[in-house]
Nanobody, 117 residues
Framework: VQLQASGGGLVQAGGSLRVSCAASGRTFGTYFMGWFRQAPGKAREFVTGIGRSGSNTYCADSVKGRFTISRDNAKNTVYLQMNSLKPEDTAVYYC???????????WGQGTQVTVSS
């Protein structure tokens, strides 16, 4: 599967942004999907993930209550809605696809999200 992330940009603290990740191929619905992020000088970290049907989601404590992941299997797309953004959310956001919630085998190219204070 090939992944293409989009929708990043510059937003003020407290604002909202939605990023998307479009997947190629007919097997999108068989993958667990996740969003990760990497800030300058830091390791890539898990943000949130979603099961194959979209009924199960899980997220890092740092974004709980602010970020929401969703997917549309008919459109082969996973979304990340980010609300109440903070400067510390600034990072390159990557989408990943995997056969389990714990291992992601395919990655998109990343989209930059910058939150100004």
């Amino acid at each position: 599967v090939q992944l293409q992330a989009s929708g990043g940009g510059l937003v003020q603290a407290g604002g909202s942004l939605r990023v998307s990740c479009a997947a190629s191929g007919r097997t999108f619905g068989t993958y667990f999907m996740g969003w990760f992020r990497q800030a300058p000088g830091k390791a890539r970290e898990f943000v949130t993930g979603i099961g194959r049907s979209g009924s199960n989601t899980y997220c890092a404590d740092s974004v709980k209550g602010r970020f929401t992941i969703s997917r549309d299997n008919a459109k082969n797309t996973v979304y990340l809605q980010m609300n109440s953004l903070k400067p510390e959310d600034t990072a390159v956001y990557y989408c990943g696809a995997g056969g389990t919630p714990f291992k992601y085998d395919y990655w998109g190219q990343g989209t930059q999200v910058t939150v100004s204070s």
